[in-house]
Nanobody
Framework: QVQLVESGGGLVQPGGSLRLSCAAS????????KGWYRQAPGKQRELVAA???????NYADSVKGRFTISRDNAKNTVYLQMNSLKPEDTAVYYC?????????WGQGTQVTVSS
């Protein structure tokens, strides 16, 4: 059974930082492209950041320069380092693994940026 377990969300003040983690089990981690998505209340889910098996990264314009996606294949874990957080970043964040027809999602972790 493939499972993705997210952690690291919480409440942070504007300008602060959080690091999200997504640990995978039950599959060959290195084959997958990894991504982080987020969904705010009343809004569509959007791609925040993604990384290919080869290490190529892509970011939404709204987070570029502030967020960094990375992965540790030995630990089967993908990370999202979030710096200079803004209230607009408040959302539920989901990690995703994708390979051809396979598509797996984490349970989501709440990130709230507020003073």
């Amino acid at each position: 059974q493939v499972q993705l377990v997210e952690s690291g969300g919480g409440l942070v003040q504007p300008g602060g930082s959080l690091r999200l983690s997504c640990a995978a089990s039950g599959t060959i981690f290195g084959l997958y492209a990894k991504g982080w998505y987020r969904q705010a209340p009343g809004k569509q889910r959007e791609l925040v950041a993604a990384i290919t098996p080869g290490g190529t990264t892509n970011y939404a314009d709204s987070v570029k320069g502030r967020f960094t996606i990375s992965r540790d294949n030995a630990k089967n874990t993908v990370y999202l380092q979030m710096n200079s957080l803004k209230p607009e970043d408040t959302a539920v964040y989901y990690c995703n693994l994708r390979f051809m027809t396979l598509d797996y999602w984490g349970q989501g972790t709440q990130v709230t940026v507020s003073s």
